[in-house]
Nanobody, 129 residues
Framework: QVQLVEFGGGLVQAGDSLRLSCAASGPSFSSYGMGWFRQAPGKEREFVAA?????????????YYGDSVKGRFTISRDNAKNTVYLQMNKLKPEDTAVYYC?????????????????WGKGTLVTVSS
């Protein structure tokens, strides 16, 4: 069982940066592919970014990004801290959404909503124009 708690959401202006964190509790964090999804009001949950599982304390691994955030957002993980991050730069009003941390065991491909095993409760990011 993995529990995920997101931190770092808030209200920012267009063009600003924000970093989200997701703290995971439970065994073997490194064996989980981690990701971020978001859901705007009235829209379906969509993929934002993901990073593959990685062995032990090595925190590298292939990354994946949604088309709308590619080049602006960066996902990373720190297995020693059981934490995954989402650095968001050049934020736009259309990035406004609840951002959810997600985990799946041995995830090593771009994830889908249906493939996620564990979800956090989400953190709200609001970008004003």
């Amino acid at each position: 069982q993995v529990q995920l708690v997101e931190f770092g959401g808030g209200l920012v202006q267009a063009g600003d940066s924000l970093r989200l964190s997701c703290a995971a509790s439970g065994p073997s964090f490194s064996s989980y592919g981690m990701g971020w999804f978001r859901q705007a009001p009235g829209k379906e949950r969509e993929f934002v970014a993901a990073i593959n599982w990685s062995s032990g304390t090595w925190s590298g691994g292939s990354t994946y990004y949604g088309d709308s955030v590619k080049g602006r957002f960066t996902i990373s993980r720190d297995n020693a801290k059981n934490t995954v991050y989402l650095q968001m730069n050049k934020l736009k009003p259309e990035d406004t959404a609840v951002y959810y941390c997600a985990a799946r065991k041995y995830g090593n491909t771009r994830p889908t909503v249906d493939g996620i095993q564990y979800w956090g409760k989400g953190t709200l990011v609001t970008v004003s124009s």
